[in-house]
């Protein structure tokens, strides 16, 4: 899967973003509210590669995406069937330089409107640390509704989390 938006371009990553994508996950910042702690120069490579092999959605493999402005990776998109029919969950980081400048809900609200209208997917949904803000009104903008919030459900990072479920269907789109 590989498109462009106004300002962007969405592709499977290359060997050669691994330093940009190293930049977003070497921030503790932007990991504090996802499942796994910042990349090291350590596991870099290891972590990186995993990304290289996810280039393709299937019903067993996850997709990842490089967010492109630039010639810069600047975002990460994943996407996973969730095992009921037709239904994605996706997954996004961006790196915090490019804060408030509205490339995060260009490149979710490009990703969403491809997996309904060439991918022909039902539902999209996300799950997200009820903390992340920045990450529901990303959702919230692109017309993700909130359907659910679960207290303390989550164990992780040494502590109990709540959850946020977001979903939508393409009758949401706007």
């Not at 996407?79 to 804060?99: A, C, L, N, P």
Request: a negative charge; one cysteine or more; charged letters at 30%.
């Amino acid at each position: 899967m590989k498109f462009k938006t106004e300002r962007l371009t969405i592709r499977p990553y290359q060997s050669e973003d691994m330093h940009d994508v190293f930049h977003i996950y070497n921030d503790e910042d932007t990991c504090r509210y996802l499942l796994h702690d910042k990349w090291t120069y350590e596991d870099m490579q290891d972590k990186f590669n995993e990304k290289l092999k996810n280039n393709k959605l299937t019903k067993d493999t996850p997709l990842s995406l490089a967010v492109v402005n630039d010639n810069k990776v600047i975002g990460d998109l994943s996407v996973w069937y969730t095992g009921m029919k037709d239904t994605v969950e996706i997954g996004y980081s961006f790196t915090g330089e490019i804060s408030g400048k509205g490339y995060a809900t260009e490149a979710v609200s490009g990703l969403v409107r491809k997996l309904f209208n060439e991918w022909d997917v039902h539902r999209i949904q996300a799950n997200l640390d009820a903390r992340n803000k920045a990450s529901q009104k990303l959702c919230e903008r692109i017309g993700m509704r909130k359907e659910a919030h679960f207290i303390q459900d989550f164990w992780n990072k040494g502590e109990w989390t709540d959850s946020i479920i977001y979903g939508m269907l393409l009758s949401d789109l706007h």
